[in-house]
């Protein structure tokens, strides 16, 4: 079975102060990784997709990487805005079609 | 209208209610996708539908009801719910099921069942 974990449950910044967020994976076969952002009482936005080990994506302040075993979402210099729940969600196996397994959620907070 | 709409975005229904949710998408997917989320908890796959043919039930109660017309629309049809129904049912579409392919998420409608 899918599993993916993602760590911390819950993290505090203050503004500018850049730091990292985990997502680990234990799949057979991963033909992708999602990463979204939540904000409170709103639909999952998408950021990233990753499919292959050492790859690496950016946008703004967040830059996505990805292993064999993880994915990292790291956060440089982040201002208030970036504040909201980041969801991890895998994609694995010949057979799964579209379904996405997602972790539980990384909720960021980032104080001014 | 852009993206994928959910209406109502909020509902509180009795035991014995029988209520529907819409989603429409306005991306030209073929794929669309009934999601739950329960606080603390991950995001639950419902139902997909591909090209309106369901394709996927994870073992969703009978109590929940999908229907898609078309590409374009998702229904969720609901009666005789539970309290621990309660959560966020969040629609999503792609451009087909199947790897690779990116889900878009809806807003969301946040459910009571009282």
């Known amino acids: 079975e899918d599993q993916v974990t993602q760590s911390p449950e819950a993290l505090r910044l203050q503004e500018g102060e850049s730091s990292s967020l985990n997502c680990s994976y234990t799949?057979?076969?991963?033909?992708?990784l999602f990463w979204y952002r939540q904000d409170p009482g709103k639909g999952p936005e998408f950021l990233f997709t990753l499919y292959s080990a050492g790859e690496e994506k950016e946008k703004e302040r967040l830059k996505a990487t990805l292993t064999k075993k993880e994915s990292f979402l790291h956060i440089t210099a982040p201002k208030p805005e970036d504040s909201a729940t980041y969801l991890c969600?895998?994609?694995?196996?010949?057979?799964?079609?579209?379904?996405?397994?997602f972790g539980e959620g990384t909720q960021l907070t980032v104080n001014p | 209208e852009t993206g994928v709409t959910q209406t109502p975005r909020h509902l509180v229904m009795g035991m014995t209610n029988k209520k529907s949710l819409k989603c429409e998408q306005h991306?030209?997917?073929?794929?669309m996708y009934w999601y739950k989320q329960s606080a603390k908890k991950p995001l639950e796959l419902m139902f997909v539908y591909n090209f309106k043919e369901q394709t996927e039930n994870n073992s969703v109660p009978s109590r929940f009801s999908p229907e898609c017309p078309n590409s374009s629309h998702l229904f969720l049809h609901l009666h005789t719910l539970q309290p621990e129904d309660s959560a966020l049912y969040l629609c999503?579409?792609?451009?087909?099921?199947?790897?690779?392919?990116?889900?878009?998420f809806g807003p969301g409608t946040r459910l009571l069942v009282l």
């Open positions: 999503a579409s792609s451009q087909a099921p199947g790897a690779r392919k990116t889900q878009y």
């Open positions: 969600a895998v994609q694995a196996g010949e057979t799964s079609g579209s379904r996405l397994t």
């Open positions: 799949v057979s076969g991963l033909r992708g």
């Open positions: 991306l030209g997917h073929n794929a």
